[in-house]
């Protein structure tokens, strides 16, 4: 019951109660207009979707559906991996004094390539994929997050910096000749689970048979919690359709085609 009480007082709850009160407020000072009942309709079925939306357990399903499409071969053990490519997820400016800084999405990513790096060889590259998503006067992202982790720590292979692309069909498209001058052919692509098919099937388009390497976010409530609406949830919902959407666009604008992601 503490759960639900405090999950209903938070801004989010806050507003589906309101929409709540709204609804009973025209059920029942309707006068028998059947115009006010209608209303009361249509905000019964506005808020029981915006509650479906925002339950974490949405969003998961949601997100299964994506990342159980996701097919991809695997490298075998005597294959030397030649690249380990991450796709930036974002960065905020932290103001005059901290400046530019990568959003958590993009710091999970970068910190998952380095330990996969640190794994498998230190001599393999690790290639940070973001251009000028902010504009030409801020810096890019693969610029902002290869800095803030280059202020912790230090590599035996410097990290190389693909500072042109602002989506992850310019990805694809800028790190193709730069994979191809290397001659690289087994590379590791970090993403966000989410985003792996629309970015495998990107890269596949352009010829680039990555193997996949997803960074997960955090941990999904469970119990109670997945049922009751929060933010998380309807972020989680939010991004997966959002991905839905861009695998669409993708193949619909020949970005990539169906092949592209039904991978055999």
């Not at 991809?72 to 380990?84: K, Q, S, Y």
């Not at 103001?95 to 958590?104: E, I, R, T």
Request: hydrophobic share 50%; glycine share 8%; net charge neutral.
């Amino acid at each position: 019951m503490k759960i639900v009480i405090t999950t209903l007082l938070l801004p989010l709850g806050l507003l589906l109660l309101g929409l709540a009160l709204l609804a009973w407020r025209a059920w029942h000072h309707a006068e028998g207009s059947a115009a006010h009942r209608r209303i009361a309709v249509y905000v019964l079925v506005l808020l029981s979707f915006g509650w479906c939306v925002a339950m974490p357990v949405t969003g998961q399903f949601l997100a299964s559906i994506l990342t159980e499409s996701v097919k991809a071969r695997v490298l075998a053990a005597d294959e030397n991996v030649d690249a380990i490519v991450v796709l930036t997820g974002g960065m905020v400016d932290g103001g005059p004094v901290a400046g530019w800084l990568p959003k958590p999405e993009s710091i999970r990513r970068l910190a998952l390539a380095y330990d996969v790096q640190r794994m498998i060889n230190l001599r393999v590259p690790v290639i940070v994929s973001g251009g000028y998503t902010e504009g030409v006067r801020a810096p890019s992202e693969a610029r902002v997050v290869a800095e803030f982790f280059a202020r912790h720590r230090s590599e035996v292979t410097p990290t190389e910096l693909e500072e042109t692309s602002t989506d992850t069909g310019e990805s694809a498209l800028q790190l193709a000749p730069i994979l191809a001058k290397r001659g690289a052919k087994n590379i590791i692509l970090v993403t966000s689970d989410v985003h792996t098919l629309r970015a495998l099937g990107a890269f596949r388009a352009r010829g680039i048979d990555a193997v996949p390497f997803a960074a997960l976010g955090t941990a999904h409530p469970r119990g109670a919690r997945a049922w009751l609406p929060s933010v998380e949830g309807l972020g989680l919902s939010t991004t997966a359709v959002y991905e839905m959407l861009g695998v669409l666009e993708y193949l619909a604008t020949g970005k990539m085609k169906w092949a592209d992601i039904t991978y055999n």
